[in-house]
């Protein structure tokens, strides 16, 4: 693991390449693993235990909460969502900005006296925060009670660092700080029987100024094709309508591999028989392909919505973060997608109060907004990570103007949203139907190609179908809609 430390404040454009490169994991050879050949077998020594994970973060933590959950009950154990009645409580976290830090500081702090009645209870830690030297030590000095920390690149020990635990009181840290695997075979409990995560490429090599996960993740390997389209077909196969092809940076998948790239990678995932949408995330704005444009445009079974995280409407802040891309850049690719896919829905993701950013600039960014019209953003305030080079940069903007930013970007958003819903009111669209919606189990939770939730009463016989609702009522973040049996236009 390497120590990242801060060594003062230098010029940002010092940070180009022998900065950056001395934390760089070069690509290795990738080394395709199978899971049965190195994971421990431990036997069942989970029966008649039951298990809790706490997940935080993005998709590739959820997915392997997901792998992790198959290795535990294939050891016994039984899941519950209930903390007093669990026997292991596993914290998946995420480190990309600190008050997801700091929540799961406070509940492990809360462990404390369940741990001190019942010493049986097993504490586990793993996910990004688990890959930060800063954490290691805050567990060691103040949270001695938990028993096993585990980081992104060895899910695949689980089992036999829980069977290790079974026999120290120590805490056990088993963290590797890189990877050039890829692991198959892993045991996978799907939490959804309709929609389904698959990873398509771990790691990220783009080192933006602000981000962790470089670090927390390693660099990036891709799964070979013929692993990913197996899974495809067998999830197609067991029903699956939805699949979500995951990667910090989906645009780069194959590069390490040399004979394909994301373009061929979605061709060939649209081709596979019964899977009826395909989505992806992260595509970002740097190598977006015009094969992958018309990929999107050609195949109907890969929804016309492209999540593309601009995080800054300034050239001046782009340059800071590393972006890699320019204002007018960005802007003509959305045209560029925008001409070659006509009923395109955009996402995005904007960081406000950036170090150095100025009024003028966070304007640019409400411009841009404005400009492109987003459906929807995600939209954070700058949170400063250990280790990253941004940290080298006067954090200058204050709290107050951060989160009055932020405030502003919201108002913006919330009302293009609100009138891009409108004028949705009265159409006919095709929805997938989830689930119950989660706040009124009358209603059924239902999803547009868009990428919007659409709530509406009927049958919950329909989970799982292709139906065609008409939008009554607009709201900013979702639709309500009534059932139709009329056919969808054709677009
Ligand atoms: N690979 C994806 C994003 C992963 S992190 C991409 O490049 O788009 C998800 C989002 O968290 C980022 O898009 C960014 O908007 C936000 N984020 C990352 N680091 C952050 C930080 N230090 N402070 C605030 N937001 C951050
Ligand atoms: Fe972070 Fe940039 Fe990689 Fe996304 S592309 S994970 S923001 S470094
Ligand atoms: Fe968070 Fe790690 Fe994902 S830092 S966003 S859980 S890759």
New binding site residues.
């Given amino acids: 693991m390497s120590t990242f430390k801060n060594e003062g404040f230098i010029h940002i454009d010092d940070l180009d390449q022998h900065a950056l490169d001395a934390h760089r994991p070069t690509i290795g050879e990738r080394n395709r693993v199978d899971y049965r050949a190195v994971a421990k077998d431990v036997g069942r020594i989970g029966e008649g235990k039951k298990y809790l994970i706490r997940t935080h973060g993005?998709q590739m933590n959820e997915h392997d909460t997901e792998i992790m959950s198959g290795m535990l009950e294939e050891m016994g154990y039984q899941p519950t969502a209930v903390l007093e009645d669990a026997d292991f409580v596993l914290y998946n976290t995420c480190a990309?900005?600190e008050n997801a830090e700091d929540k799961v500081f406070g509940h492990i702090g809360t462990l404390k006296p369940m741990k001190a009645k019942n010493p049986n209870l097993m504490i586990g830690l793993c996910g990004c925060m688990a890959q930060e030297e800063v954490v290691r030590q805050k567990i060691q000095e103040k949270h001695p009670h938990v028993d096993i920390v585990f980081g992104t690149h060895n899910v695949h020990m689980l089992p036999e660092l829980l069977e290790q635990a079974h026999h120290t009181k120590e805490t056990i840290f088993e963290v590797w700080d890189k990877s050039d695997a890829t692991i198959e075979n892993l045991p996978k409990l799907r939490k959804d029987k309709i929609r389904a995560w698959v990873n398509i490429q771990y790691g990220?090599n783009?080192f933006?100024t602000?981000?962790?996960?470089p670090f927390t993740r390693g660099a990036e390997r891709s799964r070979l094709p013929e692993d990913i389209l197996a899974e495809l077909r067998d999830l197609a196969a067991e029903g699956y309508k939805e699949v979500t092809l995951l990667g910090?940076?989906v645009n780069d998948y194959g590069i390490d591999l040399g004979n394909v790239d994301f373009g061929d990678l979605l061709e060939m995932a649209a081709k596979v028989e019964g899977l009826e949408r395909i989505r992806f995330t992260?595509s970002?704005p740097w190598n977006f392909t015009d094969k992958m444009i018309d990929t999107i445009a050609k195949y109907d079974n890969i929804p016309s919505h492209i999540?593309l995280?601009a995080?800054s409407g300034s050239s001046a802040v782009l340059r800071r973060m590393k972006r890699g891309y320019t204002r007018e850049e960005y802007l003509e690719l959305v045209n560029r997608i925008k001409t070659k896919i006509p009923d395109v829905t955009l996402t995005t993701?904007?960081?406000v109060g950036f170090p150095g950013e100025t009024e003028e600039q966070f304007q640019e960014t409400l411009s841009l907004m404005e400009e492109v019209r987003y459906d929807g953003a995600?939209m954070?305030?700058?949170?400063?990570?250990a280790g990253?080079p941004?940290t080298r940069l006067p954090d200058d903007v204050t709290d107050e103007a951060k989160k009055d930013r932020l405030k502003r970007l919201n108002e913006v958003q919330d009302r293009i949203s609100l009138e891009i819903n409108k004028s949705l009111e009265g159409k006919v669209l095709r929805v997938l139907v989830e689930s119950e919606s989660k706040n009124n189990p009358d209603v059924l939770q239902t999803r547009t190609d868009s990428n919007k939730i659409v709530h509406v009463r009927a049958s919950k016989d329909l989970i799982g179908q292709f139906v065609n609702v008409r939008v009554t009522e607009a709201k900013t973040w979702t639709l309500n809609g009534e059932l139709v049996s009329e056919e969808v236009p054709a677009v």
């Fill in positions: 993005c990309v900005r990220c783009k933006c602000y981000c962790i996960v910090q940076n992260t970002n999540h995280p995080q993701d904007i960081i995600y954070f305030i700058y949170s400063p990570r990253t941004a």
